[in-house]
């Protein structure tokens, strides 16, 4: 076929632009580690790459809230924990003042109790890390319990608050504080106060005072049983959030690897790609000089 | 005798001296567009007849011809028309290719923000930075859907401004031919045995840069003029007549251009009849792409949106006042025809934004039967009479025989959505029970990241995001492909084409050796008829 010069000159251009715009490509794929540079590059790669970066951003939010129940759960824990040491304490107390009392023991047991008393309600108001009551309900700017003459009034209500801790997981991270107190018309206030009533009271007689203490230590019993089980119940919840935790962690492995295979750059790949068309592209303009170099008119002189 | 070697010689000199020009011609015009190689036709002359036979009268130039292969020119013209559809197309969806590039700064990241927020609310739903955080993260999601369709828009309107100046070329361009038409025809009328090479040349020019506009076929009269048709067939040029091409605002949607022609009267073209070239490359991908991607970006607005605010009212607020819309979700557009009748009025309101399409739709009235057309696909239903609710929009109005109207229902959501609280304690976490602990609408808000809500409850927002950019991405790599293809089929008949018309400077260089020796030898003819007629004079004296 007859070659028109311009054709000549065309072609070697047109092949070494297109060298040229393939090591600019491969170029900023190195720049930006990225194979996938637009959605153009791989249109099903691009789009699992959102949806998977969806459920990557997703599941760090769950890791986040898992973060904030087990502050909360771990924060019910260590409270329960030292309700129950004081309810044992004043079982002991009782135990050991279980047979008939002179009025100086009645006394002493009168104000440990009310002491014991004062310091229950303090737990029972005790605020978390983020300055909410814990034993609330919903009614968390509110304090949830108040001393009257017959125990402590609940402020609060009896919700659950729920989080999203996984996909498919909500998790009661709060106590409501009539469960823990007021579980099943127990009213763990009401056992100290009926008691230092009774106790208070110069007109009790022995028996009074003898079934009065008895009274409490069973009400302790299933009081104290009552926040075990809430206790164990937390410890099983946190139980849950570590084994959440643990395949959350190789999901967001999971996830990274399969972001990393749907859009990133294999260097090495790259680099030989890149060192390859450079020897494409001198071969390219060694032959177009070579080429347009031999004219016949470099022989007519 | 003499003088008739002479002759001769004089003869082989003249030819030899146009071959010479005529190479300096095809030289000098190597690397100009258009050109076409030209070489001289050469015969001998007519002999005289003598007792002793025939004796030659040297030679002569009959003829300057061009080196053109009409076949070849229609192929190279033709190859142009479609690789300059395909890569205008593929430019325009590039532009939205890499809109939808950006990672960091796309739809999607700012969905997974706004979500997050919403979960963080739900784990501190008293907190007022929390609560502020939402609402922060609410307004940059809007942000987004406002800056992906604003670029839309832009390109939008870079669409109308091109077929302004498209259109203004191609009207250019047919009064160009119809002037080279007269002067070529009166020129072969003139002379026909020697065509005016260079200005046909540059007719075929014209017609080549036309194709890059819009498909352009010539038929070549017997005059020598072009009669030249573009798209489906509309006549450009006739003779020395031509007609032209410009915008008018579209009777069916004013907000954008459409190419009208003109000769006595203006009329609106169908986008169906502009074919190839940039101006076909700009409308298919207005009417294919554009259009779709413009809309389903709104449809996820809306969709989003109108869902959300949906729980968002069924919850309530700090002060334990039933939440109110979170976001202004835009409605949809409406448009009248231009023709219609004065009392035309047409409403359309979003009653079902999950049954919602990415379509536009037309509503008609043929004086019996409203006939409202699905536009993306076309379907029909048609009803006696309004108010009727197609696809989750309500549509309702007064229209007179002959009436319509085209309804955008999420065309302009994505720049129009905003977000209608700033005051924190509006924000509806809680349920009706209250307490600054209640968390229980936030749960159900975050429920919704994950829930079926788009398309008749088939696909997340950001599923369907995801989906719009894979068909971006899809849209876009086949069009580079057939970009390629149709390049390298350009390249293809362009070398073919070369290969008749281009010039080859060794060719030419070899030609001006032949010319110049020819040249010398008729010289050395004349100079030896010379000398015989000196031998002759000689005798004398």
Known sequence: ?301 | MATNVLNIGRTALEAAQVGLSVTGHNIANASTPGFSRQEIVQTTALSQKFGYGFLGQGTEVTQIKRNYSEILAKQYNSAQSGSNATNTYANQMSQIDNILADSSAGLSPSFQQFFASVQALSSNPGDAATRQAMLSSAQTLVNRFADIGNRLNELRSGVNLQLTSYTTQVTSYASQIAQLNDTISKSLAADPLNPPNDMMDQRDLIITNLNKIVKTEVQAQNDGSYNVFIGNGIPLTVGSTAYGLKTVNSSVNPSQLEVAYVNNTTTELNDKSIVGGALGGLLQFRNNSLDSIQNQLGQIATVFASTFNAQHQAGYDSNGVAGTALFNVPGPQVYGYANNSGGATLTATITSASALTSSDYRVQYDGTNYNITRLSDNTLQSFASLPQTVDGVAINGTLASGDSFLIQPTRNSATALSVAITDINKIAAADSTGGSGNNINALLLADLQNKGTMNNSSMSYEAAFAQLVSQVGNKTNELKVNGRAAEALLAQTEAAQQSVSGVNLDEEAANLLRYQQAYQAAGKVMQIASALFDTLLSLGQ
């Open chain 1, 1 to 301: 076929m007859r070659i028109s010069t311009n054709t000549l000159y065309q072609t070697a251009i047109t092949k070494i632009s297109t060298i040229q715009a393939e090591q600019s490509k491969l170029q900023q794929q190195i720049a930006s580690e990225k194979r996938v540079l637009t959605p153009s590059d791989d249109p099903i790669a691009a789009s699992r790459a959102l949806s998977i970066s969806s459920s990557q951003s997703q599941n760090a939010q769950f890791a986040k809230n898992r973060q904030i129940a087990n502050t909360s759960l771990t924060g019910l824990d260590v409270s329960l924990g030292s309700i129950t040491e004081l309810l044992v304490t004043s079982r002991t107390t009782l135990v050991g003042n279980a047979g008939t009392l002179s009025a100086n023991e009645k006394s002493i047991l009168s104000t440990n109790l009310k002491a014991s008393l004062q310091t229950l309600i303090g737990f029972a108001n005790t605020k978390d890390a983020t300055g909410n009551y814990m034993y609330a309900g919903y009614q968390s700017d509110t304090v949830p319990f108040t001393a009257t003459a017959t125990g402590a009034t609940y402020n609060g209500d009896s919700n659950q608050q729920q989080l999203q801790v996984d996909s498919q997981r909500k998790m009661v991270v709060n106590v409501p504080g009539d469960s823990v107190f007021q579980a099943g018309g127990n009213d763990v206030f009401s056992i100290y106060s009926d008691l230092i009533t009774i106790l208070d009271n110069p007109a009790s007689t022995d028996t009074d005072v003898t079934n009065g203490v008895a009274t409490a230590l069973a009400n302790m019993d299933t009081a104290i049983s009552n926040v075990s089980n809430i206790r164990s119940s937390i410890g099983t919840r946190l139980n849950e959030i570590d084994a959440l935790n643990d395949s959350g962690s190789s999901r967001e492995l999971q996830y990274a690897q399969a972001l990393s295979e749907l859009v990133d750059l294999d260097y090495a790949q790259a680099i030989s790609d890149l060192s390859q068309r450079k020897v494409v592209l001198e071969a390219a303009q060694q032959s177009f000089i070579q080429i347009t170099g031999l004219s016949l008119f470099n022989y007519i002189r």
